[in-house]
């Protein structure tokens, strides 16, 4: 099996890298010292946030015993995104987690991740539909 460390990005030249640097300015919906969450710029549902660790780390395969705490920050991250965002529903403003949420995560080539650097994207906002599973 190919590591996916052979599929790395640059620090220098990841956008994720950038946006956590301040190269590249986005809306901070939450950060903290391992995560950043910030909206996603071609979002699919009403809310369509991204949690990345401020780390480089290119997927879920790229973790190292070391990042534990950056992988429970990302899962917290996304609870508290979902805490705190809000959409419109059947005329009430609600938040997602109330309302519920997809939280997805793409791995390699074949799993269609498309930055080289680890990110969930936290969706909601609509009801999935079956043929999104």
Same mark, same amino acid.
């Given at each position: 099996m190919v590591s996916s460390s052979r599929k790395k990005s640059s620090k220098e030249s990841c !956008?994720?890298?950038k946006i956590v640097r301040g190269n590249i300015l986005v809306h901070r919906v939450f950060e903290d010292e391992h995560i950043l969450v910030f909206p996603? @710029?071609?979002p699919k549902k009403p809310v369509h /946030? /991204?949690?990345i660790p401020k780390k480089h780390i290119v997927n879920v395969e790229d973790f190292s015993e070391a990042d534990r705490d950056v992988a429970g920050a990302l899962l917290f991250g996304a609870? #508290? @995104?979902a805490r705190i965002s809000q959409c419109l529903v059947d005329g009430k403003r609600r938040t997602v @987690?109330?309302?519920g949420y997809r939280l997805l995560s793409r791995i390699g080539e074949y799993g269609g991740q498309? !930055? =080289?650097h680890m990110h969930i994207h936290l969706l909601g906002g609509? #009801? =999935?539909r079956e043929e999104e599973w």
């Open positions: !956008v994720f890298c996603d @710029a071609h /946030l /991204l949690i609870q #508290r @995104a @987690a109330e309302t498309g !930055v =080289m609509e #009801r =999935m």
